[in-house]
Structure formats: structure tokens, C-alpha cells
């Protein structure tokens, strides 16, 4: 307090006041940070730049993972801290009420293959995709994405203002452009409508995709890509207010290209870094 209000009061009097001895002062603020103290400065302004980046939603446990996939060694506590004092904060997330309705049949031969296990441990092997809807004032515009469990990487996405085939089989063509290999992939999806389709499930069989379906009533089988919708409004959509559905569109592309792919690529980069480091031969061992 006394170095705050030096300029403004004599420190000899505030130390009087405060009962703090004048040399006790003086030596306190010639004493160099110490090196928990400069690593918590250099933790912070990286915090900060992190936050900015993401428009000031990432709370503290993203702000760690990124954090730790940078190479650095934090708790979350200590994140959380550090934010805390420099007053950042995350978006939290919003609650809602979900509504049953009557499920659906799966397809014949088309079962859970996943059984909620969203771990992939190659690329292109594990794909899910679902539906979100956004509000605007112009009126809804629903978004499809397929995305890469390995990478977490949005592979394709599609718009449209209505929740149809055509805009699921879009953004899963959209995916399939952009697969590097042949090999065969699961493509998991609720029971919803536009996924048991003849057009969409005749497309999967052309292109070497397995369909999996979640089972009815359980959203939780399909939790990978509900995350990735609940992340994107929480960091983006819930504070925006949209006057056109293209006006979404553009904000909403920016998201995913601009936003959450980069991140996820640099995050599979660093990755693969250290899995290579860690089993690379040494010159002992040839």
C-alpha cells in the first residue's frame, strides 16, 4: 500500500502511520523478485495472451491444458490463482432442461460400435458427428460437424437453415475430402432423422465409412461431439447476438477454422513431439 500511494503521501509519514520502520521499506522495494515470483510474472503474461486470443473465454482448466502442452509445469491451482489476481475469468457454462422425445430405430446391421470409447490412437480411424441449432433473429441456423477423435479437429462442417440430409451429407463429404488415407473409418452419430436416411447411409458404404449409432435415449454416447457444441457456445455463440444467419456463419466458420482447428493442430503437433522423443532410440540401444 505504501508503494502504491508513495506519490501521493510522504513514505516517512505512512510508515509511521502503518508501523512499519522506513529502512524496512526501503530494503523491501530495492529486493529483487525472487524465482518463484519472476515465474509467476512470465506464467501471467502468457496467461494473458492466451486469454486475449480466445476472445477472454478460456477459464482455468483449459488455460492449464494449454499451458502443459506448451511444456509448462502448472497446477490448476495455481492457474487459477494467477487469473484470479489478474482478474480473468472464463465463460461459465449455462444449464438447461432436455426434453425426451420418441426414439428412433437404428438402421439394420448398424450398431454402437463405440460403446463410449472416444479414445482414438490414430488419426482417421474414429470420427463422430451431430447437429447443433443457433439462434439469430432472422431465425435458426443449424451446424453439422464431423470430428476426428484422435485430433479433435472439426474434419467437416456444413450450415443450413434447415436440418435436412442434404446438410449432413455435405459436411461428412466435406470430412471425406480431407482424408488423407483409404482406410476404413467409424462415423458415429445419434438416432436422429437425417443419419438413418438411405441418401446418408448409402454415402458412408460408398466412401468406406462404418456407421455407428448411439443407443436411444442415451446422449451420453454421443458426448464427444455434444462437448465440442457446448464448448463452441459457450466460448463463442452465448455472447454474440446474431442478426443474420449469415452474420452466424461467418462467426461461426471463424470459430472453427480460425479458432479451435489451429489450436487442436498445434496441440497434435506437440503431441506427437514428445510421443517421438520419448520412443526414439537412444545411441546406446542403436
Sequence with gaps: MIERCRSDYPVGMMCRCLEVSTSGFYAWAGRKPGPRMRANA???????????DSRGVIGAPRMR??????????????????????????????????????PSTR?????????????????????VTDITEIDTQEGKLYL?????????????????????????????????????????????????GQFISGDYQRFLD???????MSAAGHCADNAACE???????????????????????VDLFDYI?????????RRVARRDRRFSALFKPSAETG
Excluded at 494449454?66 to 449455462?94: C, H
Excluded at 460408398?206 to 455407428?212: F, G, P
Aim: aromatic share 6%.
Design 206 to 212: 460408398q466412401n468406406a465409412l462404418v456407421s455407428s
Design 42 to 52: 512470465r506464467l501471467l503474461e502468457r496467461i494473458r495472451q492466451i486469454h486475449e
Design 257 to 265: 477454422e480460425r479458432f479451435h482447428n489451429p489450436r487442436m493442430r
Design 107 to 127: 438402421p439394420v446391421g448398424v450398431d454402437n460400435l463405440l460403446e463410449r470409447d472416444f479414445n482414438a490412437q490414430e488419426p482417421e480411424t474414429k470420427w
Design 227 to 249: 462437448g465440442f457444441f457446448g464448448q463452441l457456445k459457450r466460448e463463442r455463440v452465448h455472447h454474440q447476438n446474431y442478426r443474420t444467419r449469415d452474420e452466424a456463419r
Design 144 to 192: 453439422c460437424v464431423v470430428i476426428d477423435l484422435y485430433s479433435k479437429l472439426v474434419m467437416g462442417w456444413s450450415m443450413h437453415h434447415r436440418q435436412d440430409r442434404h446438410m449432413v451429407v455435405r459436411a461428412v463429404q466435406m470430412a471425406v475430402w480431407q482424408r488423407q488415407g483409404a482406410s476404413v473409418v467409424i462415423l458415429h452419430s445419434d438416432r436422429g
Design 65 to 102: 491444458e494449454d499451458l502443459v502442452d506448451e511444456g509448462e509445469i502448472v497446477s490448476r491451482n495455481r492457474v487459477a490463482r494467477l487469473m484470479a489476481r489478474a482478474g480473468l475469468q472464463g465463460w461459465p457454462r449455462r444449464t438447461r432442461r432436455r426434453f425426451g422425445g420418441k
